[in-house]
Structures are given as C-alpha cells and as structure tokens.
C-alpha cells in the first residue's frame, strides 16, 4: 500500500493491526546497499525475530544476485 503521506500511513497500519488481527512486520528500509531494519520502541520480540529472518534472507538474495551478476549491480527488491 502507498500513501501520501507518514501520518496516513501510520494511521492505516496501526487500524490494519488492530482491525484485521494480523501481524505487522516492518518498517523496512529500501534502496540502500545493505539489508537494514528499522525496529520502534513498541516492537515485540516476535516482531524482532520476523524482522532479523526476513533481513537475513534478503542479505542473502542480494548475495546470490551479486555472484551471479557481478558486484556493481544491484537487484531491485
């Protein structure tokens, strides 16, 4: 989902969370050389646990991708 603006975002993410029962996982950095991730204060240890599994299998695309297209392309995730 894409929205104008963080304060809209937030709002659908938090009522999505709340409303609909699923788990939120995120936020997400993208485009930078790196996998990263944001953790917030209120970030559960299950959250944690998602966030480092889906950062370690992104690393590890980007790994492969990197070795089979050489060191200077990047993939677009």
Same mark, same amino acid.
């Given at each position: 989902m894409v929205f104008p603006? %963080?304060?809209?975002?937030n709002i659908? @993410?938090?009522l999505l969370q709340q409303i609909g029962k699923i788990e939120v996982v995120g936020p997400f950095l993208m485009g930078v050389r790196?996998?990263?991730?944001? %953790?917030?204060?209120?970030?559960?240890v299950e959250g944690i646990?998602?966030?480092c599994v889906l950062t370690?299998?992104?690393?590890?695309?980007?790994?492969? @991708?990197?070795e089979?297209?050489?060191p200077g392309n990047n993939p677009t995730l």
């Open positions: 603006n %963080l304060e809209s975002s659908a @993410y938090k790196r996998s990263a991730n944001v %953790l917030q204060r209120t970030t559960t646990v998602h966030s370690a299998l992104e690393a590890q695309f980007i790994k492969v @991708y990197r089979k297209n050489g």
